[in-house]
């Protein structure tokens, strides 16, 4: 049941409008740059893109879950391997909760090895009486504040892919080394979240998950099977001229994919029915996402259905809506509902952080784990009254012990958010937030099912 596309089908989008894309002041170079991306090695597999839509066709039947995370903005200087191990230590953590306190299973993507580039609300921003284009990722331009730094450098992109090489491959080793092995669990709370409460919670846990193990080895289970997990990427499919040349041809099938990440999304900015982001991820073959945010029609969802999966394959689409606290559960139904009744299969994934950001006193972007919680909770609801699965979730957070957003068992408020504000974009769960949130929708999922 595959879309065929001809190969001159991966450049249609080039005629039609292009949202959020960088302004590269040197055209000759970027042309340098994707030539030059074009020659470099696959980060992922095509057989491993298969394999992850197979497991989102059990996630869109109600037999698994998603757990989808990482950076808001990943940075070259985050490319590092503490930063990394952490992040990947906390998404292996959070997947434990859900397994075991849900008895789900969950499949792992990290928003990670890839999410580079930004789409912005304006073009520039401005600090007094200076003005520079917005900062759009690492992938694009500098943080720093500073007209050298803010320039759009088509030789970010080269880094890009680098660092999403670097990052890849230690998430791979990590995942299939025995880092990630279970019996390791108690290894991944370390350090300052061991002494939260949610670590605490998680020791517990963990503890729980030892005697299990105990009791299956007891029982003849060869324990090698709880060595390693199955990890997949995904970023957001925004810059199109890097995606593009990203995209081979598949040698088995004749199929493309794009080879930057097993998962790519389209965001609620760029998902344009006759826009070039939605024109291009038709024709590759990767598992795709849209994020539909509060203004969706149930029309819209379904124009997106037709144009990205006509052929109704499971696994193919997963719609990752960002509603809001307050809109979700007047939002969210109507989209179920038809798309339900149209019977296509669509694997439903909650993403409770962007449509849940305010600006704080002090001038930082933030958001309320207790908005973040209730988001989750109105997913849960709306699914449940509907008799639909609630597939997952989808949240930036970091491995860090950052002060982005308030709330959870530390009680951070407003104040302390300068203590460790680091993020490059927007606010991100710290280690500790991320395993409360993870505990609650444990919960929220037993009581569901
Ligand atoms: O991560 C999402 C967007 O890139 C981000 O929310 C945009 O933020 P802005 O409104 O500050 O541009
Ligand atoms: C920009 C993002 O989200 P959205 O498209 O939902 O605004 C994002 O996930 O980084």
Same mark, same amino acid.
């Given at each position: 049941?595959?879309? *065929?596309?001809?190969? !001159?089908?991966?450049?249609?989008?080039?005629?039609?409008?292009?949202?959020?894309?960088?302004?590269?002041?040197?055209?000759?170079?970027?042309?340098?740059?994707?030539?030059?991306?074009? @020659?470099?090695?696959p980060l992922v597999f095509a057989?491993e893109c298969?394999?992850l839509?197979?497991? #989102?066709?059990?996630?869109?039947?109600?037999?698994?879950?998603?757990?989808?995370? @990482?950076?808001?903005?990943?940075?070259? *200087?985050?490319?590092?391997?503490?930063?990394?191990?952490?992040?990947?230590?906390?998404? #292996?953590?959070?997947?434990?909760?859900?397994?075991?306190?849900?008895?789900?299973?969950?499949?792992?993507?990290?928003?990670?090895a890839?999410?580079?580039?930004?789409?912005?609300?304006?073009?520039?921003?401005?600090?007094?009486?200076?003005?520079?284009?917005?900062?759009?990722?690492?992938?694009?331009? @500098?943080?720093?504040?500073?007209?050298?730094?803010?320039?759009?450098?088509?030789?970010?992109?080269?880094?890009?892919?680098? %660092?999403?090489?670097?990052?890849l491959?230690? %998430?791979?080793?990590?995942?299939?080394?025995?880092?990630?092995?279970?019996?390791?669990?108690?290894?991944?709370?370390?350090?300052?979240?061991?002494?939260?409460?949610?670590?605490?919670?998680?020791?517990?846990?963990?503890?729980?998950? /030892?005697?299990?193990?105990?009791?299956?080895?007891?029982?003849?289970?060869?324990?090698?099977?709880?060595?390693?997990?199955?990890?997949y990427s995904?970023?957001?499919?925004?810059? #199109?001229?890097?995606?593009?040349?990203?995209?081979?041809?598949?040698?088995?099938?004749?199929?493309?994919y794009d080879v930057s990440a097993h998962?790519?999304?389209?965001?609620?900015?760029?998902?344009?029915?006759?826009?070039?982001?939605?024109?291009?991820?038709? =024709?590759?073959?990767n598992?795709?996402?849209?994020?539909?945010?509060?203004?969706?029609?149930?029309?819209?969802?379904?124009?997106?259905? /037709?144009?990205?999966?006509?052929?109704?394959?499971?696994?193919?689409?997963?719609?990752?809506?960002?509603?809001?606290?307050?809109?979700?559960?007047?939002?969210?139904?109507?989209?179920?509902?038809?798309?339900?009744?149209?019977?296509?299969?669509?694997?439903?994934?909650?993403?409770?952080?962007?449509?849940?950001? +305010?600006?704080?006193?002090?001038?930082?972007?933030?958001?309320?784990?207790?908005?973040?919680?209730?988001?989750?909770? @109105? +997913?849960?609801?709306?699914?449940?009254?509907?008799?639909? =699965?609630? !597939?997952?979730?989808?949240?930036?957070?970091?491995?860090?012990?950052?002060?982005? %957003?308030?709330?959870?068992?530390?009680?951070?408020?407003?104040? /302390?958010?300068?203590?460790?504000?680091?993020?490059? %974009?927007?606010?991100?769960?710290?280690?500790?937030?991320?395993?409360?949130?993870? +505990?609650?929708?444990?919960? #929220?999922?037993?009581?569901? *099912?």
């Open positions: 049941m595959s879309t *065929s596309s001809a190969p !001159g089908d991966l450049d249609a989008w080039r005629g039609l409008p292009a949202l959020q894309q960088p302004e590269w002041d040197d055209p000759d170079e970027l042309r340098a740059v994707a030539a030059e991306l074009a @020659g470099q090695p057989g298969d394999q839509r197979d497991r #989102l066709a059990d996630v869109a039947r109600g037999e698994a879950f998603v757990l989808q995370g @990482g950076d808001c903005a990943e940075t070259f *200087s985050g490319s590092n391997a503490d930063a990394v191990k952490n992040k990947l230590q906390t998404l #292996l953590q959070m997947a434990v909760v859900l397994t075991y306190a849900a008895s789900v299973p969950v499949v792992k993507i990290g928003r990670m890839g999410q580079f580039a930004k789409p912005r609300s304006k073009p520039t921003e401005v600090r007094g009486d200076v003005e520079l284009p917005a900062y759009r990722g690492d992938a694009v331009n @500098g943080f720093d504040f500073d007209a050298d730094s803010r320039r759009n450098d088509p030789s970010r992109l080269l880094k890009a892919y680098h %660092c999403s090489a670097g990052t491959n230690l %998430c791979r080793a990590f995942t299939k080394g025995g880092y990630a092995d279970l019996r390791q669990v108690h290894a991944w709370n370390q350090d300052f979240v061991a002494q939260s409460p949610a670590g605490r919670r998680y020791e517990r846990l963990a503890g729980e998950i /030892d005697r299990a193990m105990t009791f299956m080895k007891a029982c003849g289970v060869n324990p090698d099977a709880f060595h390693e997990v199955e990890f995904s970023h957001e499919a925004l810059l #199109l001229e890097y995606e593009r040349a990203l995209t081979r041809i598949d040698s088995l099938s004749g199929l493309p998962f790519l999304w389209i965001g609620e900015r760029t998902r344009q029915l006759d826009g070039a982001h939605v024109e291009f991820l038709r =024709h590759i073959r598992p795709i996402g849209v994020k539909l945010g509060p203004t969706t029609s149930a029309d819209d969802a379904l124009a997106l259905i /037709d144009r990205l999966n006509p052929h109704h394959e499971p696994g193919r689409l997963t719609f990752i809506t960002r509603m809001g606290a307050g809109r979700i559960r007047d939002a969210l139904p109507p989209l179920i509902d038809k798309v339900h009744r149209s019977g296509a299969p669509v694997a439903w994934i909650c993403d409770p952080m962007h449509g849940n950001t +305010f600006e704080a006193a002090g001038g930082y972007k933030t958001r309320r784990l207790d908005d973040v919680l209730d988001e989750v909770a @109105g +997913f849960f609801e709306v699914h449940r009254a509907l008799g639909t =699965h609630p !597939g997952g979730i989808h949240i930036e957070f970091t491995g860090d012990d950052v002060t982005e %957003c308030v709330g959870g068992g530390h009680g951070l408020v407003e104040d /302390d958010l300068h203590q460790r504000y680091e993020t490059a %974009c927007d606010p991100r769960l710290n280690r500790g937030q991320s395993l409360d949130l993870a +505990f609650m929708v444990a919960e #929220l999922y037993r009581k569901s *099912s």
